[in-house]
DNA sequence: GACAACATACCAACCAGTCGGTATGTAGAA
DNA sequence: TTCTACATACCGACTGGTTGGTATGTTGTC
């Protein structure tokens, strides 16, 4: 029954050292939709197509690919918001408003599509896993301080309320977004999240004077 | 070793009848810290101090239970926020910000005493639970709901750019909010909550031209 | 042949849910 | 008033399946 050491069909398998990305991809996709405590081991692996023996060879535990999930996280999306046509606009509040437009352009299709991975996750953990909960804020961090320049370089051409500092409002684009994508689960739908997205763009054309 | 029929030592236990909201406190309690699916029955009814035959009398599934926290959690809400001080000004727009402040103030302490019970749980059950996620959207529509008269009453006051529905602003009331309790998770800390309440303050106060 | 990259078989702990039973209350008949 | 019949509230041992993790075997590559 077992397969002779010559099989004929050589069992169309992944290249060899691709489990590991593989692995921290499966844990994007249901760890978005089921939430992490909800999704076991053997489900990642099965989502990414190897077995136990290489997700504990790659990882020590369930917990440290919660940790590189977290920082693959920031790799998968800098390049995502870094190459955006806008970011190649001249005038940075320009910049800015063409960053939070093409967030609101993502926000379409399935739920599990759009939303964010490590504000999924740092809900569940922040209490039992510190190591999670830091590389979920490493990852929330990254995002803030890549937006942050735009937003400096705006309030120094355009002025802007004293008490207002540029990672502060870099944090309040993410919170905005992190919300929108709490209420969009609560309805299964985008719309929400749209609306809310556009009220924040609102306020920072107004913060700017552009309204 | 059994106790006798007039055991001299009453093993004081919690009175008759007080079981099912005992669960549910537990449950609100316990989800906060750690989540829906990672909180297990057993651990629901050792902090609520009864028994599983209680939990299963009262509640068919780990998922009923889910269900009526939900509700609980909007009765347990409403007087809180109905009774505030800020409810009883003349003008509608003060009341508003009056809310905005009071939530702010709330903002305060360990993370999973001012965090939101159905937001959390939305987040890991919506694919997976209609039921809860239902559940979960009738809480935060019911916020919403009762967040929008005020609103209306400002704009009809103070007027507003014309593509703004008072239900909308809620919404994104909502939206900051929740927003503002996974960054909070994210450091532990409820300041980076603070600061994106401010802005929405402070966006509140410009969209009625108070600034 | 040595080492990394896997696969397979297995385990103890834990999980949601069940079940037979007990304790406490309550309504109606005598 | 008190006894019977029944309902509700609660208890805790038990079960079958699942969990994260391990131990060991196999395969491809340098």
Redesign the interface.
């Known amino acids: 029954m077992a397969a002779t050491h010559s099989s004929p069909v050589p069992r169309n398998r992944a290249p060899r050292g691709s489990a590991r990305s593989a692995l921290i991809a499966a844990a994007h996709a249901t760890v978005r939709?089921?939430?992490?405590?909800?999704t076991s081991v053997d489900e990642i692996c099965a989502v990414a197509g190897v077995t136990k023996g290489a997700f504990f060879h790659h990882f020590e535990s369930k917990e440290a690919l919660a940790v590189a999930a977290a920082e693959g996280w920031t790799e998968r999306a800098r390049p995502m918001f870094e190459l955006a046509p806008h970011n190649r606009l001249d005038d940075p509040l320009a910049r800015l408003l063409g960053h939070i437009d093409f967030r609101l352009s993502m926000l379409d299709g399935p739920?599990?599509d759009y939303t964010c991975f490590v504000?999924?996750m740092?809900?569940?953990?922040?209490?039992?896993s510190d190591r999670i909960?830091a590389a979920?804020?490493a990852s929330?961090n990254a995002y803030c301080e890549a937006l942050a320049p735009d937003i400096q370089a705006a309030i120094e051409a355009y002025g802007v309320?004293e008490d207002m500092t540029a990672i502060?409002?870099a944090?309040?684009v993410?919170?905005?977004?992190?919300?929108?994508f709490?209420?969009a689960?609560?309805?299964?739908d985008p719309a929400?999240?749209r609306?809310?997205v556009t009220?924040l763009k609102?306020?920072v054309r107004?913060?700017f004077g552009r309204n």
């Open positions: 939709r089921q939430g992490y405590a909800a739920t599990e504000g999924t740092v809900q569940e953990a922040y209490a039992t909960r979920c804020e929330i309320p502060g409002l944090q309040h993410q919170s905005v977004l992190q919300g929108a709490v209420l689960k609560t309805t299964n929400i999240a609306g809310t009220h609102r306020y107004m913060l």
